[in-house]
């Protein structure tokens, strides 16, 4: 498998910027849902560990979005849906990239809305650009959770989606992502 995608497969590098983001942004959901369930001491560790997950995303989200154009997705894999399945796919992807970046944004203004640094890697720390409002935390804080809820919601869809056109319509989607190329 060569690095950039052909017309019937996706490449070694957009597949990495895939599954890496799959992992990162499953890994981020389960820390933010199950944090509270965790001892004291151990909250903060998994929150700066969110946080870092989080900011992750965001720069390979950057990073697939330059090589996307550089290198093209392949074109969509034809099914009885026809016209519309092409549409609600291509809905379905940009309603996805909007959410890896939107999620983690509000993370990033909810960290500064409670007057904290933004902790980068453990490399350095960035000061929040304003005083604490933690009445606007609160206010945005559902907003990060219910559209992390979101992604994931979407992300199952796509996920079923995929094993639907693998063993429903019997065609290569799954495969160009997934199988050999």
């Keep these: 498998?060569?690095?950039?995608?052909?017309?019937?497969?996706?490449g070694a590098m957009a597949r990495a910027f895939h599954?890496?983001?799959?992992v990162l942004?499953?890994?981020?959901?389960l820390i933010g849902l199950?944090?509270?369930?965790?001892p004291e001491a151990n909250r903060?560790?998994?929150?700066?560990?969110?946080?870092?997950?989080?900011?992750?995303?965001?720069g390979l989200l950057v990073l697939r979005l330059l090589w996307r154009m550089v290198d093209p997705a392949p074109p969509p894999v034809q099914t009885p849906?026809?016209?519309?399945?092409?549409?609600?796919a291509a809905s379905m992807h940009g309603l996805s990239y909007l959410l890896l970046l939107a999620v983690p944004v509000i993370g990033i203004v909810l960290v500064f809305a409670r007057g904290r640094p933004l902790p980068v890697f453990g490399l350095f720390e960035i000061a929040s650009p304003w005083p604490a409002d933690r009445a606007f935390?609160?206010?945005?804080?559902?907003?990060?959770?219910?559209l992390a809820h979101g992604l994931?919601?979407?992300?199952?869809?796509?996920?079923?989606?995929?094993?639907?056109?693998?063993?429903?319509?019997?065609d290569r989607t799954l495969r160009r992502m997934a199988g050999p190329a």
């Design 44 to 58: 903060a560790a998994a929150m700066f560990v969110h946080i870092s997950l989080g900011l992750a995303v965001v």
């Design 25 to 29: 942004v499953l890994v981020a959901w």
């Design 137 to 146: 935390a609160r206010s945005i804080k559902p907003y990060h959770e219910w």
């Design 81 to 88: 849906l026809g016209r519309l399945g092409d549409i609600a």
């Design 34 to 38: 199950f944090r509270g369930e965790l």
């Design 1 to 10: 498998m060569g690095l950039r995608n052909t017309p019937d497969s996706y």
């Design 19 to 22: 599954w890496l983001t799959v």
């Design 152 to 170: 994931m919601a979407l992300a199952f869809i796509h996920a079923a989606a995929a094993l639907v056109h693998h063993f429903v319509f019997g």
